[in-house]
C-alpha cells in the first residue's frame, strides 16, 4: 500500500485540499474489499497490490513488493505475459479486448488460472499496467474434464461399428464416427454440418425428419431404411434416435447399423429353405421324412415313389411297419436309438423290396431334424444295386486275374495306394524267396530294388496321382543273397475318384536279354573297329600306291614334254594311261568306301550348270572323235545360269555315265540332255539324262548294274573291263543329292540313264576365273620371276614337282622337312609353298601352323598348297582348318598344279 500513500501525499502537497485525502481513503477501502486480486505492474514489476491478489497468489505483501511478475507467471505462458510487457505494453495498446487468461504458479507449487481484465495508467509520470483478476482454476478445471469427457466418448464412439451421428436442434450433424466416414466414404469434414437427412433417399427424408423431431421431444424411436453414398450407392440400415446433450447443449444421437450381412442372411435362408424344398423333390436319390416316435410319414420325394413303384397317398400317414418295403425292419428300433444318440448315421446298407418284387440295395444316411418342434428323422437313400453287381464283376474280374497271374512266366503284383504288396503271383515270391505269409500288406514295393531304383520307386509313387503310368523301365532287382538281378518293370496307378486306389505291376527279369545285348554291343564295337581298321587299311594303301604312282605319271608326263620319238610316243602314252586307270580305280574304291561308312559329304555352292556340261562335253568330245562317235550336246537355254549344289558331284555322275556311254557304244551317237521341268522363286527342277546307241543292257540284269563290282556279263567284263563301281557310286551320289539314277534301255540298241534333280536358285556372281583350263598364264610381275619352296621328303616326287615347276619359269627351292621349310620362310621369300603332309621331324600340318605364326605379317600369308597322296576326307578337312589354301592329290596332274598356283598368284596380286 506504500506506493498508494506516496502518490496521496503528493496529491496533498499539490493541492492542499482535504476532501483529496478523503477521496484517496476511499479509493483505498475499495481496492482493499474488491472482490478481485488489483495489482500494477510497471517495468515487470509489482508496484502495487491489494491483499487479494497476495492471498490469491501465496505470497506476502512483502514478498510481492517489488518482485519481478514473471516469478509467479507459469513457464508456459511467460514468454506470452513478456510479450505483452514489452515496449511499453505496446501489443496491449493495439488490441481492442483488454481480458486475458493465463496461469500462475503459486507459491505451494499449484497451478492457478486467473482471468485478467488490464488498463493502461499512468503511474509516476510513467506507463504502467492495471490489473482486476479473478481466479477461474475450478472453471478451467471443469471445462478439462468436459473435453476429456467428450474425447472419451469420441474414442468409445470410433471404436463402435455402427454408424454414430450428433444431430444438432437444425437437424445439422455437429459430429459422426469413424465407422460413418468409412461406411459413407467421405471425409469428416464433408459430412460435418449436413442435414442428416440428406443422407438418405428422397422418399426416405421426411420420415427421418419426424423421427428427428419426436427424439427432440424425449422419444426413442427405430425406423428402417437406406443411407444413400455419393455414388448412388444404397446402404440398408436401422437407425436408432435418442436425445442428448454434448458440449452442453442439447442433441439427438443416432446410431445407424448395417444391416446387410443381417438381410443377405435372411434372403440366404429362404433361398436355403427353397433349395432344400426343390432337391427333396427333385434330387436324384430318395428321401423320405418320418417321425422319430411313431416312424410315420411326413414327406416322401419323387424318386422315393418311383423307386418303390407307388403314389403319395399311399405313403403320407403310413408307418415303415405299414408300408411293408423293409425286410429288415426289426433293425429300425437299434437305427433310431443310434439316430437320437449321435444325430446321425452315415453310410449304413440295407435293401428294400418295390412293389416289382425286386430287391434293391440301398446306401442311406440318417439325421436327426427339428420341424415344427417335432423330431423327425429325414433320411437319404441311394441304389447302389448296379454299383454292387459291378464291385462284384470286378471282385470276379480281379479273381481271374489272380489266377491268370499264376500260369503267367513273368512276376505279376499288386499293391495299395502307399506301396505296400498285397497281392504277388507264385513266380515273383519264389524269385525273391518270400512266403505267402509275408506280402499281404507287410512288404513295400520298393523293397525289391537296390537304393537307386528305390529312389525311382518312391518317387514314382509319390507322384502317380499326375503321372499314373510308370513306362517300363529297366531297374535293378536285389534276391536273397544280395544277388542283383536285372527287370524290367512296368506299373500302372489304379484311380477312384480322382485319387490313387492301388498299383498294378509287372517285373520281367531280362538277365538272358542284358548277356545278348552285351554281346550285340561288343559285336558292333568288333564290327566298328574292322571298319575303322578297313578304313586306315585303304587310306594307307592308296597313301603307298598314290606315292609311287606319282612318280610313274609324273616322270610320263615330264618325258612326253621333252618331245620323245614317235615310238617312245607310244609307249609314254600307254603308260600314262594306264596309270591314269589304276588312279581312277583307287579313287572309285575311295569314294565308294566313303558313301558305305556314311562320310561323304556335299558341299553346295553356287555354279553355272551351263558351263559345267559345257567342259564336260570339251572333256569328252576327243575321246568320242578317235571312235568315230558324235557326241552331241542338249542345253535347255531356260535353265537359270547360275544353281545351288554340289557341282563337283554332279560332274562326278555325268562323267561316270558319258564314260561308260562312250565305252559301250561302238557307233552311232551319245547324247547329254539338259532340260528344265519346272522352278519357282527358290529353286528349279532339272532333268539329266546321257544316251547311247551302244550294246544295250538285257532287262533282267537292268537292276543288277548298279550294284557294287557287277556289270551285266562277265563277256562285257572281258570286252571292256572296268571294276563295276562306275555306276553304283553314281547311284548313291545322286541319291545323296536327293534324285533317283534310272535307266531304260533295249539290248542291242542303246540305253539311257536318267535323274532329276531340284537345284537352288541364286543372284549371287559367281567371279569368273581369267585362268583358261586350257591355256594357263601366270600374272605378270615386274623384275624378278616367282619362287616356290617344295617341301617333299621323297627324292623322286620332289625331283618331278621341280621340273615342272622350273619348266613353267618359276625359281624353286627344296626342303626335305617340315622343320626345314619353317627355317627357310624365315630367312627367305617365297611365293607359293607346295607342301607335303607326311614328313620325318616335322609334319606339313605342324609346318603350316608354325608357319601361320611367324611374327612376319607378310610371310605368315604366305599362300601353301598341301601335296597329300591321302584322299581321305578327314586330311582335306583338317589342312584346311589349319590355314592352308589349297589341296593337290598324288600323283597330280600338271595342269591341275599349274591352274592352283596360277589361280593362288593372281589372288595375291
Known amino acids: 500500500m506504500s506506493g498508494i500513500k506516496q502518490n496521496k501525499a503528493n496529491s496533498v502537497s499539490q493541492k492542499g485540499d482535504k476532501e483529496s485525502v478523503i477521496s484517496f481513503n476511499q479509493v483505498n477501502a475499495i481496492i482493499e474489499n474488491a472482490g478481485s486480486g488489483i495489482y500494477i505492474v510497471q517495468d515487470e514489476r509489482i508496484v502495487f497490490h491489494n491483499t487479494f491478489f497476495s492471498n490469491l497468489t501465496g505470497y506476502t505483501s512483502e514478498e510481492l513488493r517489488g518482485m519481478n511478475f514473471l516469478e509467479i507467471v507459469h513457464p508456459k505462458d511467460k514468454k506470452l505475459i513478456k510479450l505483452l510487457f514489452s515496449n511499453n505494453f505496446r501489443e496491449i495498446n493495439l488490441k481492442q479486448s483488454r481480458s486475458y487468461t493465463f496461469r500462475v504458479s503459486h507459491k505451494n507449487g499449484d497451478l492457478k488460472w486467473f482471468k485478467s481484465n488490464v488498463s493502461l495508467i499512468d503511474w509516476n509520470g510513467k506507463p504502467a499496467l492495471l490489473d482486476s483478476c479473478f481466479d477461474i482454476t475450478l472453471q478451467k478445471d471443469i471445462e478439462q474434464d468436459l473435453i476429456e469427457e467428450e474425447q472419451n466418448f469420441r474414442l468409445l464412439v470410433n471404436a463402435f461399428e455402427d454408424m454414430v451421428f450428433i444431430i444438432s436442434k437444425r437437424h445439422a450433424i455437429i459430429q459422426a464416427n469413424r465407422s460413418a466416414s468409412d461406411c459413407l466414404r467421405l471425409a469428416e469434414n464433408q459430412i460435418l454440418l449436413r442435414n442428416f437427412s440428406t443422407f438418405f433417399p428422397d422418399s426416405e427424408r421426411e420420415g427421418v425428419r419426424n423421427a428427428m423431431v419426436q427424439a427432440f421431444a424425449g422419444n426413442r424411436v427405430l425406423i428402417s431404411g437406406n443411407l444413400e453414398t455419393e455414388d448412388g450407392r444404397l446402404i440398408p440400415v436401422e437407425t436408432r434416435f435418442f436425445s442428448g446433450n454434448w458440449s452442453q447443449k442439447e442433441v439427438v444421437f443416432a446410431i445407424c447399423q448395417d444391416i446387410s ?30 417321425t422319430l416316435d411313431e416312424d410315420r410319414y411326413v414327406d416322401v420325394n419323387e424318386t422315393f415313389l418311383k423307386t418303390i413303384g407307388i403314389q403319395r397317398k399311399d405313403v403320407i400317414g403310413v408307418t415303415s411297419d405299414e408300408l411293408n418295403i423293409f425286410p429288415e425292419l426289426h433293425r429300425r428300433q437299434e437305427l433310431k436309438q443310434k439316430i437320437f444318440n449321435e444325430g446321425k448315421a452315415q453310410d449304413l446298407e440295407t435293401t428294400i423290396i418295390n412293389r416289382k418284387g425286386e430287391e434293391l440295395i440301398i446306401l442311406f444316411s440318417a439325421e436327426l431334424i427339428d420341424i415344427q418342434d417335432n423330431l423327425c428323422i429325414l433320411m437319404v437313400m441311394s441304389d447302389i444295386t448296379q454299383r454292387k453287381r459291378a464291385q462284384e464283376k470286378i471282385e470276379r474280374s480281379e479273381l481271374r486275374f489272380r489266377k491268370l497271374g499264376e500260369l503267367l512266366p513273368e512276376m505279376i503284383f499288386e499293391a495299395d495306394s502307399a506301396g505296400r504288396i498285397t497281392f504277388a503271383n507264385n ?34 509313387i509319390a507322384n502317380s496321382k499326375h503321372t499314373p503310368h510308370f513306362p517300363s523301365t529297366e531297374l535293378m532287382a536285389v534276391k536273397k543273397g544280395k544277388h542283383h538281378i536285372p527287370v524290367l518293370t512296368h506299373i500302372t496307378a489304379i484311380m477312384e475318384n480322382d485319387k490313387v486306389n492301388r498299383f498294378m505291376g509287372i517285373m520281367v527279369d531280362i538277365t538272358i536279354q542284358k548277356l545278348q545285348e552285351k554281346e550285340l554291343i561288343t559285336a558292333k564295337e568288333l564290327a566298328e573297329e574292322a571298319s575303322k581298321a578297313k578304313e586306315q587299311f585303304l587310306s594307307i594303301m592308296s597313301h603307298e600306291i598314290r606315292t609311287p604312282m606319282n612318280a610313274v605319271i609324273g616322270m610320263a608326263n615330264i618325258l612326253l614334254q621333252e618331245n620323245p620319238k614317235k615310238s617312245q610316243l607310244e609307249n609314254l602314252t600307254t603308260l600314262r594311261y594306264s596309270a591314269e586307270n589304276l588312279m581312277s580305280l583307287l579313287n572309285d574304291i575311295l569314294d565308294f568306301n566313303k558313301i558305305e561308312a556314311g562320310k561323304l559329304k556335299l558341299f553346295r555352292s553356287p555354279f553355272s550348270l551351263h558351263s559345267l556340261i559345257k567342259g564336260l562335253h570339251t572333256s569328252f568330245k576327243h575321246v568320242a572323235s578317235k571312235k568315230g562317235l558324235e557326241l552331241r550336246m542338249n542345253f535347255d537355254k531356260n535353265i537359270p545360269e547360275l544353281l545351288i549344289s554340289d557341282s563337283i558331284r554332279i560332274n562326278q555322275v555325268l562323267t561316270n555315265l558319258v564314260g561308260n556311254a562312250l565305252k559301250f557304244t561302238e557307233k552311232g551317237e551319245v547324247a547329254i540332255s539338259v532340260k528344265l521341268v519346272s522352278e519357282n522363286q527358290r529353286s528349279a527342277l532339272v532333268y539329266f539324262s546321257v544316251s547311247d546307241t551302244g550294246i544295250g543292257i538285257p532287262a533282267d540284269k537292268q537292276q ?23 555306276l553304283a557310286i553314281s547311284k548313291q551320289l545322286v541319291s ?7 535307266l531304260t534301255s533295249k539290248f542291242g540298241k542303246g540305253s539311257n540313264f536318267f535323274f532329276t534333280l531340284r537345284l537352288g536358285k541364286t543372284k549371287t556372281s559367281v567371279k569368273k576365273k581369267t585362268i583358261d583350263s586350257e591355256e594357263i598364264i601366270f600374272p605378270e610381275r615386274a623384275g624378278k620371276p616367282y619362287k616356290i619352296l617344295v617341301v617333299e621328303d621323297n627324292e623322286i616326287n620332289s625331283m618331278i614337282a621341280l621340273k615342272f615347276l622350273k619348266g613353267w619359269g618359276f625359281m624353286t627351292e627344296l626342303a626335305e622337312d617340315g622343320a626345314e621349310a619353317v627355317e627357310k620362310v624365315k630367312n627367305g621369300e617365297f611365293d607359293v609353298i607346295l607342301m607335303d603332309l607326311e614328313m620325318p621331324v616335322m609334319s ?55 591352274k592352283k598356283i596360277a589361280i593362288l598368284l593372281e589372288t595375291v596380286n
Open 844 to 898: 606339313g600340318y605342324d609346318a603350316a601352323m608354325a608357319i601361320r605364326q611367324l611374327d612376319d605379317p607378310v610371310k605368315r600369308k604366305t599362300p601353301i598348297i598341301a601335296l597329300s597322296a591321302s584322299a581321305m576326307l578327314d586330311v582335306q578337312t583338317k589342312i584346311f582348318s589349319i590355314g592352308m589354301n589349297g589341296f593337290i592329290l598324288k600323283p597330280f596332274n600338271p595342269q591341275d598344279l599349274k
Open 261 to 290: 450381412v443381417r438381410l443377405e442372411a435372411e434372403r440366404s435362408i429362404k433361398m436355403s429353405e427353397e433349395k432344400f424344398s426343390k432337391a427333396f423333390d427333385n434330387y436324384a436319390v430318395m428321401m423320405t421324412i418320418s
Open 704 to 726: 543288277m548294274i548298279f550294284q557294287e563290282f557287277t556289270q551285266a556279263n562277265l563277256e562285257t567284263t572281258r570286252k571292256y573291263g572296268g571294276s563295276g563301281l562306275g
Open 736 to 742: 545323296l543329292l536327293n534324285g533317283n539314277l534310272e
Open 427 to 460: 513266380y515273383l515270391i519264389s524269385f525273391f524267396g518270400l512266403s505267402a505269409q509275408q506280402i499281404d500288406g507287410k512288404i513295400n514295393l520298393s523293397s525289391f530294388f537296390d537304393k537307386k531304383s528305390q529312389k525311382i520307386i518312391n518317387q514314382y
